[in-house]
T-cell receptor, first 110, second 117 residues
Framework: RKEVEQDPGPFNVPEGATVAFNCTYS??????FFWYRQDCRKEPKLLMS???SGNEDGRFTAQLNRASQYISLLIRDSKLSDSATYLC???????????FGKGTMLLVSP | DAGVTQSPTHLIKTRGQQVTLRCSPK?????VSWYQQALGQGPQFIFQ???????QRGNFPDRFSGHQFPNYSSELNVNALLLGDSALYLC????????????????FGPGTRLLVL
């Protein structure tokens, strides 16, 4: 299993839709996780941190299932501005270095 | 408060040449990490500098080297460039000793796009 695997995408959804991305990780010792957002030709920016079973921030909900080594990101009421690539990120144990998934592209259309 | 800055923004080199990329961390940050992002891929960790020393290294050959200066800025050097080195090179800064990644949020710079012909 790769260290971090994500749905390949792209996901094409209409405005207002609910969309969910999945991510699996291989290191069972990993404690916390991040979702970063990357706009086209821009740098990644932190979207959410996931520490325990999950986290919610407005329209965004991240959930963690440690038994299955699985993280998800749910976006409700999609906006055009949500169009971006969403990167699942796992910190390397012991150091503040990050292992990224390949990313899942989301395209929200009018 | 300036964020992470990188220079140059774009660079074109030919195979076999050497390149130096520069990064200035966000104010108050003392740790700099470098990542390589090939087209269609997520960023891959190259190495991390703290207190002017390489603290951790990813799976990259010795052609990739770096340096951190007393003012915390950093350079990434790549020797003997290959076509496969064409990528977006991202610098990320954070504050802390690296023992708690969950409290040491990494902030990324805009990156340097390197094209090797």
């Amino acid at each position: 299993r790769k260290e971090v695997e994500q749905d390949p995408g792209p996901f094409n959804v209409p405005e207002g839709a609910t969309v969910a991305f999945n991510c699996t990780y291989s290191n069972s010792a990993s404690q916390s996780f991040f979702w970063y957002r990357q706009d086209c030709r821009k740098e990644p920016k932190l979207l959410m941190s996931v520490y325990s079973s999950g986290n919610e921030d407005g329209r965004f909900t991240a959930q963690l299932n440690r038994a299955s080594q699985y993280i998800s990101l749910l976006i409700r009421d999609s906006k055009l501005s949500d169009s971006a690539t969403y990167l699942c990120v796992v910190p390397v144990s012991g150091y503040s270095t990050l292992t990224f998934g390949k990313g899942t592209m989301l395209l929200v259309s009018p | 408060d300036a964020g992470v800055t990188q220079s140059p923004t774009h660079l074109i080199k030919t195979r076999g040449q050497q390149v130096t990329l520069r990064c200035s961390p966000k104010s108050g940050h003392d740790t700099v990490s470098w990542y390589q992002q090939a087209l269609g891929q997520g960023p891959q960790f190259i190495f991390q500098y703290y207190e002017e020393e390489e603290r951790q290294r990813g799976n990259f050959p010795d052609r990739f080297s770096g340096h951190q200066f007393p003012n915390y800025s950093s350079e990434l050097n790549v020797n003997a460039l290959l076509l496969g080195d064409s990528a977006l090179y991202l610098c990320a800064s954070s504050r802390g000793q690296g023992v708690n990644p969950y409290q040491e949020t990494q902030y990324f710079g805009p990156g340097t796009r390197l094209l090797v012909l």
